[in-house]
């Protein structure tokens, strides 16, 4: 068995609830907790390098906690199924939001549909292995910020110290 009962229902629990996510959905709202940017554009050219490097080290940060306590085949099930879970959704939301602001600032907002598809879908898995880890960590933070409708698109500042940017 790859799971242990209570691990089976933790992640049946985070895959229900990610499957109702409205993707998207508020950005470009104002934010009085992080520093919003208004376009695909901005959100990914804005703080390249050091949005990379954060979110590159909490990656190798929670991958080496996971590979402590789960197997490789675990996590990479946690991908492919919150992959599954989410993909079309996401997808679909994110051509809407892009759409929406193109509207907005006549801007065409389309390109790279797949690598902020992957991010998200990464970003996720993460966020449910932090879960099953019993950790509330960087990647718990971003899901938070994603399942509020935002996307938590870079980071400005040194971290951990610093904050999220967020569409």
Same mark, same amino acid.
């Given at each position: 068995?790859?799971?242990?009962?209570?691990?089976?229902?933790?992640?049946?629990?985070?895959?229900?609830?990610?499957?109702?996510?409205?993707?998207?959905?508020?950005?470009?709202?104002?934010?009085?907790?992080?520093?919003?940017?208004?376009?695909?554009?901005?959100?990914?050219?804005?703080?390249?390098?050091?949005?990379?490097?954060?979110?590159?080290?909490?990656s190798e940060m929670i991958e080496k906690k996971a590979l402590k306590k789960l197997s490789e085949q675990q996590i990479d099930q946690i991908f492919e199924k919150v992959s599954l879970a989410i993909g079309n959704q996401?997808?679909?939301?994110?051509?809407?939001?892009?759409?929406?602001?193109?509207?907005?600032?006549?801007?065409?907002?389309?390109?790279?549909?797949?690598?902020?598809?992957?991010? /998200?879908?990464?970003?996720?898995? +993460? #966020? *449910?292995?932090?879960?099953?880890?019993?950790?509330? $960590?960087? &990647?718990?933070?971003?899901?938070? /910020?994603?399942?509020?409708?935002? +996307? #938590? *698109?870079?980071?400005?500042?040194?971290?951990?110290? $610093?904050? &999220?940017?967020?569409?």
């Open positions: 068995m790859l799971w242990n009962p209570s691990q089976q229902t933790a992640i049946e629990k985070f895959i229900s609830q990610i499957k109702h996510i409205e993707w998207f959905r508020h950005t470009g709202n104002p934010s009085e907790k992080y520093w919003v940017v208004d376009t695909i554009w901005e959100a990914c050219d804005t703080h390249g390098r050091q949005t990379q490097d954060v979110w590159g080290s909490n996401v997808y679909d939301a994110l051509c809407d939001m892009e759409d929406r602001i193109g509207q907005e600032t006549g801007e065409d907002q389309s390109g790279i549909e797949d690598e902020i598809l992957d991010f /998200i879908k990464r970003d996720t898995a +993460w #966020a *449910c292995i932090e879960l099953l880890l019993n950790e509330t $960590g960087f &990647f718990t933070r971003i899901y938070e /910020i994603n399942s509020a409708g935002r +996307w #938590a *698109c870079s980071w400005v500042g040194k971290y951990p110290k $610093g904050n &999220f940017i967020i569409m």
